[in-house]
Nanobody, 126 residues
Framework: QVRLVESGGGSVQAGGSLMLSCTAN????????WAWFRQAPGKEREGVAG????????YYADSVQGRFTISQDKAKNTVYLQMDRLKPDDTARYYC???????????????????WGRGTQVTVTS
């Protein structure tokens, strides 16, 4: 059974940093996207960062551009989300997604991905 396991969530004051990790128990084709999504209470799940291993290109939502960085350690089969200058609006449950296949314009859409983790909570206090 394919599993994605996230870690690294927690509570931090505004302006602080956190790094999330997502490790898969299986290897995916390098043409498949990885991404991080988040969902706050009462809101839809939104894509925040995507990675295309084939090219190394990364994609970000406007709301996190310049503050969040997605990266990958292929040897560890792990994807990271470095989150800096966190804001209270970043508070949400963060989900890792993998094995995404679609036009790259859809890299931050939930429908692109086959595999999902259970999420990790990030809380930013003011």
């Amino acid at each position: 059974q394919v599993r994605l396991v996230e870690s690294g969530g927690g509570s931090v004051q505004a302006g602080g940093s956190l790094m999330l990790s997502c490790t898969a128990n299986t290897y995916f084709d390098e043409s498949a996207y990885w991404a991080w999504f988040r969902q706050a209470p009462g809101k839809e799940r939104e894509g925040v960062a995507g990675l295309w291993p084939n090219t190394g290109r990364t994609y970000y939502a406007d709301s996190v551009q310049g503050r969040f960085t997605i990266s990958q350690d292929k040897a560890k089969n792990t994807v990271y989300l470095q989150m800096d200058r966190l804001k209270p609006d970043d508070t949400a449950r963060y989900y890792c997604a993998a094995e995404g296949f679609a036009a790259v314009s859809n890299i931050l859409r939930t429908s692109t991905y086959k595999r999902w983790g259970r999420g990790t909570q990030v809380t930013v206090t003011s």
